[in-house]
């Protein structure tokens, strides 16, 4: 964001802009290039639905091949992500009444954001009810370790078992670490 900044997502920012999901797995690293890896990999969208969505301050659900401006990202900066701040909520709760509309009352939404703390269960669980699903493999790990898992969930095709938001319990003691991947598997 820095007027000087040379890299090539910050120039592709200040002209025409980047994709949301390039410039959120840039600022987010592991993490988030693990959720977008895997939304891509398991998505099944439905006529009109995106395949992977990302929660926004300041302007709802918002498709990850959606082309960020510098000055968007300065908007969307401004605004914490706290379901009591309207300028957060309100857009987030008016796409998801039309998500849950274009996707149809069977569809599963699948958080792979945070669970532990109300800033998307709450608004998105008011919306979804039971339809709002997250892996089950999330409870008790860290933000990084979730990354890595679904990176490699996305790289070997094997999804993670998706069980209801609202009746789960979201915390729990830390799961063992991750093996370290083989060569071959690290290749991939």
């Given at each position: ?35 977008l890896s895997y939304a891509l990999a398991f998505a099944a969208p439905s006529a ?32 914490d992500v706290d379901p009591k701040d309207a300028r957060y909520r309100d857009p ?80 729990g003691p830390r799961p063992p670490r991750l093996a370290p991947l083989s060569r ?5």
């Amino acid at each position: 964001m820095r007027e000087n900044a040379g890299s090539a997502l910050a120039g592709r920012l200040r002209n025409g802009g980047a994709p949301l999901g390039v410039l959120f797995s840039f600022m987010s690293g592991l993490y988030f290039r693990g959720k977008l890896s895997y939304a891509l990999a398991f998505a099944a969208p439905s006529a009109g639905v995106a395949e992977a969505y990302v929660i926004t301050p300041g302007a709802g659900l918002v498709p990850s091949d959606s082309l960020v401006t510098l000055d968007w990202l300065h908007e969307m900066s401004a605004i914490d992500v706290d379901p009591k701040d309207a300028r957060y909520r309100d857009p987030l709760d008016r796409d998801s009444r039309i998500l849950r509309q274009s996707a149809g009352v069977g569809c599963e939404v699948i958080l792979l954001g945070s669970i532990a703390t109300p800033k998307y269960v709450g608004p998105l669980g008011e919306i979804f009810g039971e339809q709002l699903l997250f892996p089950a493999e999330f409870i008790g790990r860290g933000d990084m370790s979730r990354g890595g898992l679904m990176l490699r969930c996305a790289q070997t095709g094997k999804s993670l078992t998706h069980i209801p938001v609202l009746s789960a319990l979201r915390h729990g003691p830390r799961p063992p670490r991750l093996a370290p991947l083989s060569r071959t598997e690290s290749v991939r």
